[in-house]
Nanobody, 124 residues
Framework: QVQLVESGGGLVQAGDSLRLSCAAS????????MGWFRQAPGKEREFVAA????????YYADSVKGRFTISRDNANNAVYLQMNSLKPEDTAVYYC?????????????????WGQGTQVTVSS
């Protein structure tokens, strides 16, 4: 069993920055990659970014490349999402996820564990 807890969401203005955090606990040795997804009202859940634990490979959705950065902290079993130049269209509930897989990381069905989500709201 793995538990994921997100934090760092909030209400910001367009152009501002936020850093989301996700702390993993439990059977963390089973995690090979972690990712961030987001879901806006009336829309399907969307891939944002992912990072592998072993090779430190990173992956990003085209919509966030150059603005968002995913990173990890092995000592604390944590993953972060630094979000810069935020836009109103970034408004969504952001979810942290963990998986034992290292391929197909843009597909939410590949993830085994999910956090409760943290709200990010960007005003214009």
């Amino acid at each position: 069993q793995v538990q994921l807890v997100e934090s760092g969401g909030g209400l910001v203005q367009a152009g501002d920055s936020l850093r989301l955090s996700c702390a993993a606990s439990g059977r963390t040795f089973s995690i090979y990659a972690m990712g961030w997804f987001r879901q806006a009202p009336g829309k399907e859940r969307e891939f944002v970014a992912a990072i592998t634990w072993s090779l430190y490979s990173t992956y990003y959705a085209d919509s966030v490349k150059g603005r968002f950065t995913i990173s990890r902290d092995n000592a604390n079993n944590a993953v972060y999402l630094q979000m810069n130049s935020l836009k109103p269209e970034d408004t969504a509930v952001y979810y942290c996820a963990a998986t034992a897989r290292v391929v197909g990381l843009a597909d939410g069905s590949k993830y085994d564990y999910w956090g409760q989500g943290t709200q990010v709201t960007v005003s214009s």
